[in-house]
């Protein structure tokens, strides 16, 4: 049980659990397939009517003419059972007519009520003389006898549920012999019992079958048993006696293999059966053509042609005598019918179909190897795919199942591979489905806390947008921190959990300024935060959100000052502000979810990374509390006040890099006293950079003499020391006016 499990496991990762769910359900239909119940045959059977009622057999010959004793004929003649003298005269004129031979699909089991003998006894009033005459007269039946030996006459019997009387030894059987590896009795159908004719008709007979028909579950007539198993004795049907006696054949023979009964042998006719010796009958349309009455045969005045060379069956339509029958093709077709639809198949040549026993062999290896192509296949294909691959596999199947009915006549079933592929279809389609509902509960998982909820939600509805194993974005990563924490963290060394509530109080907002303009927060690194932009859904503005986003933040990071100054001076404690320095980048990063198998964090790895944390690092250094990188910078200078403020090198990077704060939205870049002060840097940097130290020292003079100059003043004091250090060191020749942070 413990190598099952592991065994099961190993499979699951190396192949998916989903295949090997569908690898266990091709085993289940399989077994499904040879144990064969009944909800399984019915739908393989509907396929096969399906088929028939397509393509019905199209009648090329018509060998077999109906007596029937039909309504008219009763009307006419009286009620049935008619005496024998009128059957024997029915036959006499059916011979004289040039019938081949005469089939009956009714059964004369006791002696004519109207025999003479019979009639003397049950008459009251007869004198002695009368009753003498009438007792010496032929019976009905021995009438009957003589006009079944001058005729090839095929009696029918019927097969009963049980054993009625003891069988007459001395009548005679149909011989039939076994040909092959097992004996055909094992797989015929048993009556226990079997109702023959009086035996003064039977002796003479030229043939003697079965005309039991053996309905399916749902009351369909769609194989009839062409040899059964009565009574200890193995029998004919009607048909495939008539068919003996007018081949001249001695002796049935029975073709058998391993799996059962294959085919009936007659001189010059094989008719191939299934296993248990019953032959698919051809139905074709119902054909009135055939019928004559009774009632004209007995006054002769059927057309010659309908009778000449003809096999003739004897039987009944008329509703009273309750021998109608349900098929594929007709609703309402009277029992004889049957048995001539199936002497017409057998002799127009190339009409019978058959299942061969090799059809469920080829079942189960369609099924297997569609399933198998479906379990490989499958789940690397997308939607489009699936339904253009399930279409192909089933015009396959049905077509392959209609190519060997339409072509060879062979009953091959295609609903059964097809329901085997279609129940790994679904699985894998409920697999998938668990999956993603898997997927979004992971995803809600990850990024529900670091996220807006609708951003969230739009994730969990297309996880396909998330790429939890990792892919190349351009983002915009932001890193920001509170200048000066630790000497606020040291004022709550007595109160830790007022430091704890103090952090919560201003990454709150923070943090809901990030998730409000789509931005993902990746991780708190105590009082600093990380976020990105432009994952894990796409964001086209994300440049331009991360900016909002951080004069947000500084916002918020006010309104938090102002409230604790006031609890402040409320409550007679030192009031330290919180500073915050924010630092934004874009560039081609790495994201998607890192960590180990205990601990998965989605996040972002590059050069773009580091360089966000850098900037934000050189906040304190340069005055300003946002300070962006050039991409970010060029994306978002049509909607706020851009200021570039040096071209630096960063440690373990080869390109230099613009970098430039942002002192406000588009109000404050439209301002007359932000220009001034652009304009101002732009020419101190550009005198700078061409090594003109005066100039620039004089654009910085002007600079401190303009309105809000007190906003440049530290960026002011970084570049006099650089000019200072540089007038007693001048940078070497090819100095393109780039400066290496020695800080982080």
Request: one cysteine or more; hydrophobic letters at 45%.
């Given at each position: 049980m413990k190598r099952f499990k592991i065994l099961r496991r190993w499979f699951a990762r190396k192949f998916g659990l989903a295949r090997l769910v569908c690898l266990a359900l091709l085993v289940v239909f399989a077994g499904l397939r040879v144990w064969d119940p009944p909800p399984v045959q019915e739908l393989r059977l509907r396929t096969f009517d399906l088929f028939q009622l397509i393509d019905p057999r199209h009648k090329t010959v018509r060998p077999v003419t109906i007596v029937d004793i039909d309504?008219?004929?009763?009307?006419?003649?009286?009620?049935?059972?008619?005496?024998?003298?009128?059957?024997?005269?029915?036959?006499?004129?059916?011979?004289?007519?040039?019938?081949?031979?005469?089939?009956?699909?009714?059964?004369?089991?006791?002696?004519?009520?109207?025999?003479?003998?019979?009639?003397?006894?049950?008459?009251?009033?007869?004198?002695?003389?009368t009753r003498m005459k009438l007792s010496e007269l032929p019976s009905n039946d021995q009438i009957l006898s003589e006009a079944i030996k001058r005729s090839k006459v095929v009696l029918g019997e019927t097969g009963l549920p049980q054993v009625e009387s003891e069988l007459d030894k001395t009548l005679p059987f149909t011989g039939v012999a076994t040909v092959g590896e097992e004996n055909a009795e094992k797989f015929l159908f048993e009556f226990p019992g079997l109702l023959r004719n009086v035996p003064v008709i039977e002796k003479v007979a030229a043939g003697r079958g079965l005309f039991s028909i053996k309905t399916e579950r749902d009351g369909f007539i769609r194989r009839v048993p062409m040899i059964m198993w009565a009574q200890?004795?193995?029998?004919?049907?009607?048909?495939?006696?008539?068919?003996?006696?007018?081949?001249?054949?001695?002796t049935l023979l029975v073709r058998t293999d391993k799996t059962g009964i294959r085919a009936i042998r007659l001189k010059g006719v094989e008719i191939p059966t299934d296993k248990n010796g019953q032959l698919w009958v051809h139905y074709a349309r119902r054909d009135p053509s055939i019928y004559v009455s009774a009632a004209d045969v007995l006054d002769n005045t059927v057309p010659p042609s309908k009778l000449a060379g003809k096999l003739v069956l004897i039987g009944t339509s008329a509703a009273g005598l309750n021998d109608i029958k349900t098929t594929p093709v007709s609703s309402t077709m009277p029992g004889v019918e049957i048995h001539a639809q199936i002497l017409e198949s057998v002799l127009s040549g190339g009409a019978v179909i058959s299942q061969p026993n090799y059809a469920l062999?080829?079942?189960?290896?369609?099924?297997?190897?569609?399933?198998?192509?479906?379990?490989?296949?499958?789940?690397?294909?997308?939607?489009?795919?699936?339904v253009l691959a399930g279409a192909m596999f089933a015009a396959v199947l049905v077509g392959t199942s209609w190519f060997y009915y339409w072509q060879k006549r062979y009953l091959v079933d295609f609903t059964y591979p097809l329901l085997s592929t279609t129940a790994i279809y679904l699985t894998f389609i409920f697999s998938s489905f668990v999956r993603e509902q898997r997927q979004r509960v992971q995803i809600r998982g990850i990024f529900a806390q670091y996220m807006s909820p609708v951003l969230v939600e739009q994730l969990a509805q297309s996880p396909e947008k998330v790429v939890l194993g990792g892919e190349e974005r351009e983002l915009t990563i932001m890193f920001s921190d509170v200048r000066g924490f630790t000497t606020i963290s040291e004022s709550y060394k007595q109160d830790p959990q007022g430091l704890i509530t103090l952090m919560n109080r201003f990454l709150t907002p923070l943090t809901d300024v990030i998730i409000e303009q789509k931005g993902y927060v990746d991780k708190y690194m105590g009082d600093a935060i990380m976020a990105f932009w432009n994952a894990p859904l796409d964001?086209?503005?994300?440049?331009?959100?991360?900016?909002?986003?951080?004069?947000?933040?500084?916002?918020?990071?006010?309104?938090?000052?102002?409230?604790?100054?006031?609890?402040?001076?409320?409550?007679?404690?030192?009031?330290?502000?919180?500073?915050?320095?924010?630092g934004l980048n874009t560039g081609i990063g790495v994201v998607g979810n890192m960590g180990s198998d205990l601990k998965k964090n989605y996040s972002v790895l590059g050069d773009s990374v580091n360089l966000a944390s850098r900037l934000e690092g050189q906040t304190k250094e340069y005055g300003f509390p946002i300070i962006v990188g050039s991409r970010t910078a060029l994306a978002a200078k049509e909607k706020f006040a851009i200021l570039e403020l040096d071209f630096i090198m960063v440690k373990g990077k080869t390109e230099p890099e613009v970098i430039y704060a942002i002192a406000g939205r588009e109000d404050v870049m439209q301002s007359a006293a932000f220009q001034r002060l652009r304009n101002i840097t732009i020419e101190m940097l550009s005198c700078y950079r061409g090594r003109d130290w005066q100039g620039a020292q004089d654009a910085i003079e002007r600079g401190r003499r303009s309105e809000d100059a007190d906003t440049l003043e530290k960026l002011f004091k970084l570049y006099e020391a650089r000019i200072k250090e540089f007038k007693a060191n001048p940078p070497p020749e090819g100095w393109s006016g780039a400066y290496a942070l020695l800080t982080k």
């Amino acid at each position: 049980m413990k190598r099952f499990k592991i065994l099961r496991r190993w499979f699951a990762r190396k192949f998916g659990l989903a295949r090997l769910v569908c690898l266990a359900l091709l085993v289940v239909f399989a077994g499904l397939r040879v144990w064969d119940p009944p909800p399984v045959q019915e739908l393989r059977l509907r396929t096969f009517d399906l088929f028939q009622l397509i393509d019905p057999r199209h009648k090329t010959v018509r060998p077999v003419t109906i007596v029937d004793i039909d309504d008219k004929s009763l009307a006419r003649l009286g009620q049935w059972p008619w005496s024998r003298t009128r059957i024997a005269d029915l036959i006499i004129n059916l011979t004289n007519n040039g019938a081949v031979a005469i089939g009956f699909d009714v059964v004369f089991s006791e002696p004519d009520r109207l025999n003479p003998e019979l009639v003397a006894n049950q008459m009251r009033y007869l004198d002695d003389a009368t009753r003498m005459k009438l007792s010496e007269l032929p019976s009905n039946d021995q009438i009957l006898s003589e006009a079944i030996k001058r005729s090839k006459v095929v009696l029918g019997e019927t097969g009963l549920p049980q054993v009625e009387s003891e069988l007459d030894k001395t009548l005679p059987f149909t011989g039939v012999a076994t040909v092959g590896e097992e004996n055909a009795e094992k797989f015929l159908f048993e009556f226990p019992g079997l109702l023959r004719n009086v035996p003064v008709i039977e002796k003479v007979a030229a043939g003697r079958g079965l005309f039991s028909i053996k309905t399916e579950r749902d009351g369909f007539i769609r194989r009839v048993p062409m040899i059964m198993w009565a009574q200890g004795n193995i029998m004919p049907s009607l048909s495939l006696e008539i068919l003996r006696v007018v081949t001249g054949t001695p002796t049935l023979l029975v073709r058998t293999d391993k799996t059962g009964i294959r085919a009936i042998r007659l001189k010059g006719v094989e008719i191939p059966t299934d296993k248990n010796g019953q032959l698919w009958v051809h139905y074709a349309r119902r054909d009135p053509s055939i019928y004559v009455s009774a009632a004209d045969v007995l006054d002769n005045t059927v057309p010659p042609s309908k009778l000449a060379g003809k096999l003739v069956l004897i039987g009944t339509s008329a509703a009273g005598l309750n021998d109608i029958k349900t098929t594929p093709v007709s609703s309402t077709m009277p029992g004889v019918e049957i048995h001539a639809q199936i002497l017409e198949s057998v002799l127009s040549g190339g009409a019978v179909i058959s299942q061969p026993n090799y059809a469920l062999g080829i079942e189960l290896l369609a099924a297997l190897i569609i399933g198998l192509l479906v379990i490989i296949f499958t789940p690397n294909l997308g939607p489009v795919r699936l339904v253009l691959a399930g279409a192909m596999f089933a015009a396959v199947l049905v077509g392959t199942s209609w190519f060997y009915y339409w072509q060879k006549r062979y009953l091959v079933d295609f609903t059964y591979p097809l329901l085997s592929t279609t129940a790994i279809y679904l699985t894998f389609i409920f697999s998938s489905f668990v999956r993603e509902q898997r997927q979004r509960v992971q995803i809600r998982g990850i990024f529900a806390q670091y996220m807006s909820p609708v951003l969230v939600e739009q994730l969990a509805q297309s996880p396909e947008k998330v790429v939890l194993g990792g892919e190349e974005r351009e983002l915009t990563i932001m890193f920001s921190d509170v200048r000066g924490f630790t000497t606020i963290s040291e004022s709550y060394k007595q109160d830790p959990q007022g430091l704890i509530t103090l952090m919560n109080r201003f990454l709150t907002p923070l943090t809901d300024v990030i998730i409000e303009q789509k931005g993902y927060v990746d991780k708190y690194m105590g009082d600093a935060i990380m976020a990105f932009w432009n994952a894990p859904l796409d964001d086209a503005e994300h440049q331009v959100n991360a900016c909002e986003a951080a004069i947000q933040m500084l916002e918020k990071i006010d309104v938090v000052n102002k409230e604790r100054e006031q609890e402040a001076a409320e409550g007679g404690h030192v009031y330290i502000p919180l500073n915050v320095g924010i630092g934004l980048n874009t560039g081609i990063g790495v994201v998607g979810n890192m960590g180990s198998d205990l601990k998965k964090n989605y996040s972002v790895l590059g050069d773009s990374v580091n360089l966000a944390s850098r900037l934000e690092g050189q906040t304190k250094e340069y005055g300003f509390p946002i300070i962006v990188g050039s991409r970010t910078a060029l994306a978002a200078k049509e909607k706020f006040a851009i200021l570039e403020l040096d071209f630096i090198m960063v440690k373990g990077k080869t390109e230099p890099e613009v970098i430039y704060a942002i002192a406000g939205r588009e109000d404050v870049m439209q301002s007359a006293a932000f220009q001034r002060l652009r304009n101002i840097t732009i020419e101190m940097l550009s005198c700078y950079r061409g090594r003109d130290w005066q100039g620039a020292q004089d654009a910085i003079e002007r600079g401190r003499r303009s309105e809000d100059a007190d906003t440049l003043e530290k960026l002011f004091k970084l570049y006099e020391a650089r000019i200072k250090e540089f007038k007693a060191n001048p940078p070497p020749e090819g100095w393109s006016g780039a400066y290496a942070l020695l800080t982080k």
